[in-house]
């Protein structure tokens, strides 16, 4: 199936010190693996959208990186995606040369 993708995404709301909210965005997105950060309205203050290899690689970012060494979160949610689908080859775009 065209786009059908063979990595682990997943989606993270997270909550954060709204004087910190820039910081905590340049940090993120330092982390090999995060594809995109987006400020949001509601809930939550930002989404960040990872792609990684497999589910340590995942686990290491949610669970170490994020909580323990970026200060100014204070709270996640992990949406894990069971099967992505897209018009575009996903893959292809976040392969690494």
């Known amino acids: ?18 004087p910190e909210l820039s910081e905590v965005i340049k940090k993120l997105l330092a982390i090999e693996g995060v594809t995109e950060v987006y400020t949001v309205a509601g809930e939550y203050d930002i989404a960040v959208v990872l792609r990684v290899k497999d589910n340590s690689v995942l686990s290491e970012i949610v669970a170490d990186k994020m909580p323990h060494q970026i200060t100014g979160i204070t709270r996640t949610k992990t949406l894990i995606a069971l ?3 897209s018009d575009f080859d996903i893959e292809k775009i976040f392969r690494k040369k």
Request: glycine residues 4%; positive net charge; aromatic residues 4%.
């Open 1 to 18: 199936m065209k786009g059908e993708v063979n990595m682990v995404t997943a989606i993270v709301l997270v909550n954060v010190n709204r």
């Open 83 to 85: 099967k992505t689908y």
